[in-house]
């Protein structure tokens, strides 16, 4: 019964299926592997007492009493942003240090509805800021690839860094994350899993703590393309709680997978090839390329001509929404509250503030006020929303004439912990190629895809047309067959 | 249009412009964007929704019957209804503000243009017009008095839709400015999107006044926050205007400010000044998709309006007879006007309407009643008037057939028969009364039958008199015109 971990989320499926193991075994060996790896630091709190009484009603409802759902008896990890009833949920924040949520948020209702088993509350960025997972206040999580030859801990991307590491370490099935600019896309591409954006609309934000409402949404993270369909398949839907959620049924992604895509028409946008790409990644890049067309694919070559504008937009629209969601941390009603004299409730509301953020947190609070001032509104915002315009018109010209586009992850391989820090654009610069996609509302997928000549994961990155998931499950499955990508951290 | 007050300063006349912001409550079960209940009064904090305190993750939904109410009201004051609104964020700091932003329409209000026919004591009309009317939500409370060394909040109000109507700065008076609050209240009641109670905080208004030479340039104008009662509107505009036009001849300026009125003072204060105005960061909030309204759901709803006030006076003016005077009386609150239309399809209208404002108001003033908690219902009124109709009793005895009514609530008719008040309409018996009044007055018949005929009345009185005030009138007026003449 070793290494059931191991599996993936369908073979585990298909094992608890069969009766070759049980839930609870199951579950037992991705908590070992836990204990293992704590030093991965992937969690902010484990739940395996939860998971172990979940696998065991798993256990009753796989022995034929009851309807297994999409995840029965699978160990999830779950980011912790979205609200889990009666467990910590922080946001990695201090702010959040002692919040148990009294209620569930629909994407952990609708995974728990299907059977899931809930591993524990993976470590991110403080309110999914970040792009290294180096701002949680519960510490950095360490990716566990390293480079070949150096021991230097590497950054697992972020803000779902956490998330990434558990399920590329083999300490959880899959994970759910969520992507703001790049959040699931980014640490996927970093640490060799697989990663899902859906389209902004297709799973509720109902109990997700709101970093920027407009981009906000959630997705999954694998070990396969087919374990993400399944995964996606069972957090989405239509939730009339969130007044964005898309109103539109859920298709059976998974069974509709074909890894066939003669015909299709791919799309290789100009402006992603930035100067600053590295040869390994743009080799990658052709790579994926000749698969498709070797499978049949059509490639056409397109202008996304607004591109380079899509990092700053981003900068300014994201901080803005969360300049006033982040508001209500003011530990009136809950959260933290500083305990030092206060003179005032303005003086209260700085120094809890002060106390409960961190750095990351703080500047772009302090970016998003700026931009949304008077006097700077227009200038900054108010721009900021016409040139996304712009964006989303650039996609939606480009998917009059392909199906699906196909660009690398991102511009850099992993990087040690603590690089990229003295300037934030060079931090920032991680997620170039991800964030046109949000600022779109357009589903996309990371899919691992090689290793760069220091044996780290590479990733490549397929962007649909809204709520066109399927494509990009398609395609995504032809590049997984095609890159044959079986490489796993050392030592996992 | 008239004149409007004008203030005698030192150095000349000063006529005061002011501008409302109404905040009206909508009346609706729930909150504009959670499922909790708004019944007032209920234990504090009892009526928080998560959505309401704000909790992490927690997203607003549009509240539909508050979108209707709030299309009912434009349509109410004839306003354009826009076909897209959206709702803004308007972010600032507060302890009983648990998002840290009030969801509110700031560029896109859901209502635009609208006007408002205010009438004057003096008799005319002013015409206020309705920049517009957006929907928000309401706050919590904070309650400073419960503890020496902490604040509470209470979160009950927290999402309570309000319609916010901006007025155009086109009050000329105290008196106006009152009397449109007044004719709005009369308006939302018969909407019935807002139940207008001050007392209960429903209806509120911030008040914009400023002062100028008449026919000058707009002066400066301060804002008077938060005003929840008719007698407030009137003295914190009244202080406010005084005091502007002093500073003014004092040779300085007014600063663009928000005030405070202090009632038990009967002044206003500074509350914050332009210079420490927040800056509230508005920005369309990225939780709401904006607000799209069909031309068909516009015209579903205005099928739904009722006849409103400045139509039924029109109709009891010119329909039915009625002075304007009595009109205007009885629209001015939705029940008494349905009170008087169910009393005006069994009788002639403006006997009704007289019965109604003169009689019927009179007892309800003295004893501090509104007509909803009349004792007397129209059905008994009309009982009451088919009774002076028939010629069972007169007008006169009427008048105290409705005291009794009002004091026990019988019906007319049981009163006049247990205290025998009928009406003597038999001539025989009449005829004796005339006679002995003749009779023990022979000396006023003879000064009457040589030309003084004034004294008819006095015989009439001494008749009626005799005859408790039960023989009919008409014919004692007539027995008598024939007996004096013969």
């Known amino acids: 019964m070793s290494e059931l971990n191991k599996l993936t989320l369908h073979e585990a499926r298909n094992g608890l299926k069969n009766k070759d193991f049980s839930a609870v075994d199951l579950t037992k060996s991705y908590i070992q592997a836990c204990e293992k790896y704590k030093k991965l630091n992937a969690f902010i709190t484990e739940t395996h007492e939860i998971a172990l009484k979940q696998a065991r009603e798993s256990d009753k409802v796989l022995s034929g009493k009851g309807r297994p759902g999409l995840l029965e008896g699978i160990p999830i990890g779950i980011k912790d942003l979205f609200c889990t009833k009666g467990t910590l949920t922080t946001a990695a924040s201090k702010m959040l240090g002692n919040f148990i949520p009294p209620y569930e948020s629909t994407v952990t209702a609708n995974l728990f509805a299907r059977g899931a088993v809930m591993i524990g509350k993976t470590s991110m960025d403080e309110f999914a800021m970040g792009s290294a997972n180096i701002t949680s206040h519960y510490g950095n999580v360490i990716n566990p690839w390293k480079r070949s030859g150096d021991n230097k801990d590497l950054v697992p991307g972020g803000s779902s860094g956490g998330s990434a590491s558990a399920v590329s370490a083999f300490m959880c099935a899959g994970a759910l994350g969520s992507d703001t600019g790049g959040s699931i896309r980014q640490p996927c591409a970093f640490t060799g899993i697989v990663g899902m954006k859906p389209t902004y609309g297709r799973c509720s934000r109902w109990g997700m703590v709101a970093y920027a409402s407009s981009l906000d949404q959630a997705g999954v993270m694998a070990r396969s393309v087919q374990d993400s369909a399944i995964m996606l398949e069972s957090i989405a839907g239509f939730d009339e709680k969130d007044s964005t959620s898309a109103n539109i049924p859920v298709p059976h992604w998974e069974k509709e997978i074909k890894t066939d895509v003669k015909g299709l028409r791919i799309g290789i946008p100009r402006e992603y090839n930035v100067k600053s790409l590295p040869e ?54 809950y959260g933290h509250r500083t305990t030092n004299d206060i003179a005032s409730i303005d003086d209260m509301y700085e120094k809890t503030r002060a106390e409960g953020f961190g750095a990351e947190v703080k500047t772009r609070i302090m970016m998003g006020t700026y931009v949304l001032s008077h006097g700077y509104y227009d200038a900054y915002y108010k721009k900021a929303q016409k040139v996304r315009r712009l964006i989303a018109e650039d996609f939606r010209k480009v998917f009059e004439k392909v199906d699906a586009i196909l660009t690398p992850t991102t511009p850099i391989a992993p990087f040690p912990i603590g690089e990229r820090t003295d300037d934030p654009v060079s931090m920032y610069i991680n997620d170039l190629l991800v964030v046109p996609a949000s600022l779109a509302g357009l589903p996309a997928m990371s899919v691992p895809a090689g290793l760069n000549s220091e044996g780290l994961p590479l990733g490549l990155q397929i962007i649909g047309n809204a709520f066109d998931e399927q494509t990009v499950f398609n395609i995504g499955s032809a590049i997984e067959e095609a890159a044959d990508f079986k490489a796993t951290p050392e030592g996992f | 249009m008239s004149g409007g007050d004008i203030i005698k300063g030192n150095t000349g006349d000063w006529e005061i412009i002011i501008g409302l912001e109404v905040h009206a409550q909508v009346t609706s079960k729930s909150k504009l964007f959670s499922g909790s209940s708004t019944e007032f009064g209920s234990e504090p904090n009892s009526q928080v929704s998560l959505v309401d305190a704000a909790l992490p993750g927690m997203l607003p939904v549009i509240n539909e019957y508050c979108v209707e109410q709030a299309v009912r009201t434009g349509l109410g004051i004839n306003a354009d209804i826009n076909p897209r609104s959206a709702f803004d964020r308007k972010n600032y700091f507060y302890p009983d503000l648990p998002q840290g932003y009030q969801i509110s329409q700031f560029k896109e209000p859901i209502v635009g243009k609208g006007k408002v026919v205010v009438d004057l004591k003096n008799g005319g009309t002013r015409e206020v017009n309705i920049e517009r009317i957006h929907l928000e939500q309401d706050a919590g409370k904070s309650l400073h008095d419960q503890s020496p060394d902490s604040t509470f909040i209470d979160l009950n109000r927290s999402g309570v839709a309000l319609m916010e109507i901006v007025s155009e700065p086109d009050m000329r008076s105290a008196e106006e400015a009152a009397e449109f609050m007044k004719k709005l209240r009369t308006i939302l009641r018969y909407l ?211 005291d009794i009514m009002f004091d026990t609530g019988k019906d007319a008719e049981i009163i006049v028969e247990e205290n025998g008040l009928t009406q003597v309409t038999d001539t025989s018996e009449i005829e004796g009364v005339i006679d002995a009044v003749l009779a023990e007055n022979a000396e006023k018949v003879a000064q009457y039958r040589s030309g003084k005929e004034a004294l008819f009345g006095f015989f009439m009185g001494q008749i009626m008199k005799a005859s408790k005030g039960k023989a009919n009138p008409a014919i004692v007026n007539q027995m008598l015109k024939k007996k004096l003449s013969s």
């Open chain 1, 280 to 333: 390994d990644i743009k080799a990658l890049w052709e790579k994926g390329t000749m698969w498709l067309k070797d499978a049949g694919a059509e490639i056409v070559e397109i202008s996304l001509p607004n591109t380079e504008y899509a990092l700053p937009t981003y900068y300014i629209i994201a901080p803005a929404e969360a300049s006033s969601n982040l508001a209500r941390y003011d530990g009136v009603r």
């Open chain 2, 192 to 402: 019935g999107s807002c139940d207008g109670d001050m007392e209960k905080g429903s209806m509120r208004c911030d008040a914009n006044v400023s002062v100028r030479r008449p026919g000058e340039l707009m002066g400066t104008r301060c804002e008077i926050k938060n005003l929840n009662s008719i007698r407030n509107i009137i003295n914190a505009i009244n202080y406010e205007a005084r005091r502007q036009v002093e500073v003014i001849e004092g040779g300085s300026l007014i600063d663009q400010e928000t005030r405070l009125f202090d009632a038990d003072k009967g002044t206003t204060r500074t509350m914050r000044s332009k210079e420490d105005a927040h800056d509230y960061r508005y920005f369309p909030d990225p939780d709401l998709y904006p607000l799209v309204i069909t031309a068909t759901f516009v015209e579903k709803i205005r099928k739904t309006l009722p006849e409103l006030p400045d139509a039924k006076k029109e109709r009891y003016m010119n329909k039915m007879g009625l002075s304007a005077y009595d009109a205007n009386v009885l629209v001015a609150d939705k029940s008494s006007a349905e009170y008087f239309e169910e009393v005006a399809e069994k009788h002639e209208p403006k006997m009704a309407a007289n019965w109604i404002t003169a009689e019927l108001f009179g007892r309800l003033n003295k004893s501090g009643k509104i007509i909803d908690e009349c004792p007397v219902s129209s059905k008994k009124l009309i009982g009451l008037l088919n009774l002076i109709k028939d010629n069972t009793i007169s007008g006169k005895i009427a008048k105290d057939v409705l």
